[in-house]
Nanobody, 118 residues
Framework: QVQLVESGGGSVQSGGSLRLSCAAS????????MGWFRQGPGKGRENVAM???????AYAESVKGRFTVSQDNTENIVYLQMNSLKPEDTAMYYC????????????RGQGTQVTVSS
């Protein structure tokens, strides 16, 4: 069964840190471009951190310098280290496998909730 399973979400105070993990099963990361997006209450989807086909990383401006994405192609796990969290980071975070060709979402996880209190 092809799936992505996220873990590591939770509730933290402003300034805190969380590390999200995403494990893939039933497929390998290649040939997808992996990353994370989020959707906050009443908001649309926001790409947080995405690899491209050259392994460059695109971060949302709102998280640059605070979030770091990494992936282990041997273990098929993607991580998102989130530091200096702010209340506006509160959202459901989704792991995603995108087409490297056109960026269309191919596979996503069920999401993990991140709540940051002030």
């Amino acid at each position: 069964q092809v799936q992505l399973v996220e873990s590591g979400g939770g509730s933290v105070q402003s300034g805190g840190s969380l590390r999200l993990s995403c494990a893939a099963s039933g497929f390998t990361f290649i040939p997808y471009c992996m990353g994370w997006f989020r959707q906050g209450p009443g908001k649309g989807r926001e790409n947080v951190a995405m690899f491209d086909s050259h392994n460059n990383i695109a971060y949302a401006e709102s998280v640059k310098g605070r979030f770091t994405v990494s992936q282990d192609n041997t273990e098929n796990i993607v991580y998102l280290q989130m530091n200096s969290l702010k209340p506006e980071d509160t959202a459901m975070y989704y792991c995603a496998a995108l087409s490297c060709h056109d960026g269309v979402l191919q596979i996503r996880g069920q999401g993990t909730q991140v709540t940051v209190s002030s």
